[in-house]
Each structure stands twice: as C-alpha cells, then as structure tokens.
C-alpha cells in the first residue's frame, strides 16, 4: 500500500513517542529518590487503578469528542508528567504523578488504534491495519534505539535528564497530532452522540462475544500481566545478573582520518550506560520485528504466534532461578516480544468490533489488563523486597505457562479460520 500522508503523519507522530529515553533510568531513579520496591509496585499500582477507573470514562470521552482531540488531551498529560517526574522527590508526589501520567495513556491507549483502522478503513484498507501499525511501532522503536542511548548516557550525569528529553520530544508530537484529521468512518458513526448507556452496551456486547472472550483472557490478562513485570523489574535485574556476572562492554568507534578506532568501555561500574545500551538491542529486534509483522503474520500465522510466545517467554521467565545468567536472554525475549504481540492482538480484536464506540470497546479491554496487573503487582513486589525481584518475577513465568496451558485446553483463544471467510475475520 503506497504510503498517504495521513499515514504519513501517523509515522511521524510515532517517532516523537520518546519513552526510551527514561526507560533504562526509570526505576533506578525512583530508587535513588528513596523508594522501595513495594513504594515502586504501589505506585504502579495506582496508574493500573486509575487505568482501571478510567479506560472506559476516557474511551467514552475519546468517541464523544473525537480522535485526534483525544491525541492532544493525552499527549498534553504526559508531557506535563514526564516534566513533573523530573523534580518530585516524594512518595506522594510520584503517586499522584503516576496517576496524571495513566490518564495521559487512557486517552491514547484505545484512541490511536481506532484512529488507525478507521482511517485506514476511509481508504477501503482496513486488512493493512496490522502492516501499517507494525511500521508505526516500527519506526517508534527504532527511533527509541538512539533514544535509549542517549538516555542512558545523560542518565550517567543525571537521572532527571531522560525525563526532560522525554517531555520535549513528547511535547513536538502535539505539533504532530493538531494537523491529523478525523476519519470520516468515524464521523458518519454517530459515535460523538453515543450516550453512557449505550457505550455501555457497545462494551458488553463485544467483550462478551464467544469469538473473544478466551482472547481477552489469555492476551490482556494473562500474558499482558506477567510482561508488565518484565518491564518493572527488568532493570534491577539486570544490574544484580551483570554485577555477579562482573560484565563489561568495549565498543570500538571508527573515527575518521585516524588509523585506531576510538574504544569506548563500558563496565557494571557505569550500569545506566549499560541498560541503554540493552535497550537499545531489544528496541532494535522489536523493530525489525514489527517492520515485517505482515510477513511474519503470513509466514507464522497469529494462533503459532499466540501459542509460542506466551509459552517461550514463560519457560525462560521460570528458568532463570535455576540458572541466573538466562535472565538477560529472558528479559530480551520477554520485553522485545511485547510489541509486535500488540499489533496482532490489535488487528485481531478490531476486525472483530464495530466502529461505533470502537475506542470504548479497545479501552475496556485495556481496562480489564489492568485490573488483573495490580495484584501481580503487589504480590511481586512483597516477594521482590523479601526475597529477590529475580524470583518474583520467575514465579511469574510459572504462572504464565501453567495459565497458557489451561487456557489452550479450555478455548483456543485464536478463531480457526472458516471456510469462505475473508482475510480479515478469518485469519491465522
């Protein structure tokens, strides 16, 4: 599909997403603040709480007032926070941050799916949603390569400076996002005088749909839950396994018109430079990744995807207190597979709504992903400050495959495809 400047757009405003630059830093700077692990968990805790209480209010705002509008109101949100972050030094500062910072994300998280596949649906291309998504997070992910280096670098100096450069970048997608418009599937859908009652109906009709409902179970719940622990815990690992391990990284610069290439050592002395670089590899696999998910999507099919992954990823997470090292393979696999899992779950799950009310209905199921996080949550940060995060998060994996499992055995959370069925409601 050749590329419109309306997807265009949407290219760009992905590349100004900037949450690498924090992310090597992220929890060794709540550390450093004072926060324990359990201060850590109950503050995620509470964006998970206010995800819950605000997917569907945000979703339902998102239809009534439209797409891009909804962009703005979230993206204002988080740049705000990220610049808020940088200067709280309290543990009620942080919570209520985090609580602005997940009403940022309610507002995009089910607003920019739908604004993709209705627009795509305007250019009688809606079976491009899962190409044209994965190049987005493709081209967002690439650009969090140079991200995640330069944030851990100036994390090296400071750990408040990724959250500033963050808040910048964050910040140019506003410019971005005031020259997309409003998809006309979204416009002729009567969506902006749908009623709270009728929302309502919208979200239970399709959540509750048989095609669905073992989907939701396995992807939103299960699998997004235990992933969600890979991203928390990720770093303090990581410095713990490096650190016993005694790494070190030599990378050797060209530099031209001298002879010797300039050599860059980076040691467990200097771990934020060394988790940006970590980042930047797993951002740089997830890319290349989401870059051919079409291919993949074809050469792969969704049910082996959805069947393999949660399984791999679960059976490294389990192995790691047997054998420590495999927590940085573990963690890679884990973290790199997120986002291309997105983009099928997206596809999946909006080939199988309406338009009306999409961005309420993409909002429930993020909804119901959160509420089912927070006791992970809790319950891991209690065995993190007891015991160890590595073993937390290993129970984790456990509980991933034997879910799987029983999940598999229950419902195939994949629908087979039928005969005679398109491509878009009977795929792989």
């Given at each position: 599909m050749a590329i419109s400047g309306t997807v265009f757009k949407y290219y760009l405003y992905k590349a100004t997403e900037a949450v690498e630059f924090y992310r090597p830093i992220m929890y060794l700077y709540f550390l450093s603040q004072g926060l324990s692990f359990t201060h850590i968990v109950i503050i995620e805790a509470l964006y998970n709480l206010t995800t819950v209480l605000g997917e569907v209010p945000t979703g339902y705002v998102g239809d009534r007032i439209g797409r891009r509008n909804s962009l703005l109101v979230g993206s204002a949100l988080i740049t705000a926070t990220l610049v808020g972050i940088a200067f709280a030094s309290s543990f009620l500062a942080f919570a209520f941050l985090f609580i602005c910072w997940s009403l940022g994300y309610n507002f995009r998280s089910g607003t920019e799916d739908a604004w993709v596949y209705e627009t795509l649906t305007d250019m009688s291309a809606s079976d491009e949603f899962t190409h044209v998504r994965g190049r987005g997070q493709s081209i967002a992910l690439t650009a969090g390569v140079g991200a995640s280096l330069v944030g851990g670098y100036l994390g090296g100096f400071d750990l408040?400076?990724?959250?500033?450069?963050?808040?910048?970048?964050?910040?140019?997608?506003?410019?971005?996002?005031?020259?997309?418009?409003?998809?006309?599937?979204?416009?002729?859908?009567?969506?902006?005088?749908?009623?709270?009652?009728?929302?309502w109906g919208v979200v239970t009709q399709a959540v509750g749909q048989r095609r669905l409902r073992s989907f939701i179970v396995y992807y939103f719940v299960l699998f997004s839950a235990v992933t969600y622990l890979v991203f928390i815990f990720l770093q303090p690992i990581f410095e713990s396994v490096v650190t016993g391990l005694n790494m070190s990284l030599t990378l050797s610069l060209p530099v031209p018109g001298q002879e010797s290439p300039y050599t860059l050592a980076i040691s467990t002395g200097n771990v934020e430079t060394l988790l940006g670089v970590y980042y930047a590899a797993i951002n740089l696999v997830s890319a290349a990744i989401s870059y051919r998910i079409g291919f993949i999507q074809e050469w792969v099919g969704l049910r082996r995807w959805f069947v393999v992954i949660p399984l791999l990823v679960g059976g490294l997470l389990a192995a790691m207190v047997f054998v420590p090292p495999i927590a940085l393979v573990a963690l890679f696999v884990g973290w790199a597979s997120v986002e291309p899992t997105r983009v099928f779950a997206g596809q999946y799950v909006n080939d199988r709504i309406e338009t009306l009310g999409r961005a309420t209905v993409l909002s429930a199921m993020a909804m119901v992903s959160a509420v089912t996080v927070i006791p992970f949550q809790l319950g891991s940060g209690v065995i993190s400050d007891v015991v160890s995060p590595l073993i937390a998060l290993s129970a984790a994996g456990v509980i991933l495959i034997v879910g799987s499992v029983v999940i598999l055995l229950w419902e195939s959370p994949i629908e087979e495809p039928t005969t005679g069925s398109n491509s878009k409601t009977g795929m792989e």
């Open positions: 408040t400076y990724p959250f500033l450069a963050a808040a910048l970048f964050t910040g140019l997608g506003l410019l971005v996002i005031v020259t997309l418009d409003e998809p006309a599937t979204y416009e002729e859908s009567d969506s902006s005088e749908m009623s709270i009652r009728e929302a």
